[in-house]
Nanobody, 123 residues
Framework: QIQLVESGGGLVQAGGSLRLSCAAS????????MGWFRQAPGKEREFVAA???????TYYADSVKGRFAISRDNANTVYLQMNSMKPEDTTVYYC?????????????????WGQGTQVTVSS
């Protein structure tokens, strides 16, 4: 069992940037693929970005490719740098950990989830 705690959400103007952080309380952090998802009210939780155990492989949803960047460090933290933000990026963002899942972008392959952090982009 691991705990994931997101931070860094808030209000930003369109075209601006935010960086989300997710701290994991686990000693075996480098055995988990880490991902970010988002969920708007009344909609399904959707994949945003993921990063492999080593950090060498990253994967993005088409809607954020070229604007968002996922990274991880050796201090049990994963980041989501969000640039050129759009009003449609407004929603709650969730950090997730995947240890044995076969994919990087399927919600069902992620075992642990954070509580979410609200991101609002004003036009």
């Amino acid at each position: 069992q691991i705990q994931l705690v997101e931070s860094g959400g808030g209000l930003v103007q369109a075209g601006g940037s935010l960086r989300l952080s997710c701290a994991a309380s686990v000693r075996t952090f480098n055995t988990y693929t880490m991902g970010w998802f988002r969920q708007a009210p009344g909609k399904e939780r959707e994949f945003v970005a993921a990063i492999s155990l080593s950090g060498r492989i990253t994967y993005y949803a088409d809607s954020v490719k070229g604007r968002f960047a996922i990274s991880r460090d050796n201090a049990n933290t994963v980041y989501l740098q969000m640039n050129s933000m759009k009003p449609e990026d407004t929603t709650v963002y969730y950090c997730a950990a995947n240890r044995f899942g076969a994919t990087m972008d399927q919600r069902a392959d992620y075992d642990y989830w954070g509580q979410g952090t609200q991101v609002t982009v004003s036009s």
